[in-house]
């Protein structure tokens, strides 16, 4: 049996559910997502949009540019603020999900760290199996 998780904000009305395992899962120290966020680093899941099989909820949008160029889409709840999901050009395949919305402590590590530079001192990451990191 394949696994479903659901991601949903915080009031719950925005809402995505994702079937499997993602194709990438890994944490961004840039300050971008240390503002969206309001935590000192961001951490994300990548699904196949094949494999997302319901968006509930209305979002709201909010599209920044990219560092290679292309831009990121952000789909928020319009009601509490919470970002839930978003999408990158330059992988228009995929739907990136806030992994917090997940709210489930059993959710696989992240496997890749971006960033470094920017990262929090005390953020330390060693204890992490395979974790590459990069920037
Ligand atoms: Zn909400
Ligand atoms: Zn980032």
New binding site residues.
Partial sequence: MTIEREAG??????RIACRGEPIRISICHCLACQRRTGSVFGMQARFLKNNVRHIAGDSTLYVRAGDSGGTVSFHF?P??G?TVYWELSGVPDVYAVAVGAFADPSFPAPRVSVYETRRHDWVDLTGLPAIERLG
Avoid: E, T
């Fill in positions: 904000c915080a009031c719950g009305k925005l709840c009601n509490c919470s």
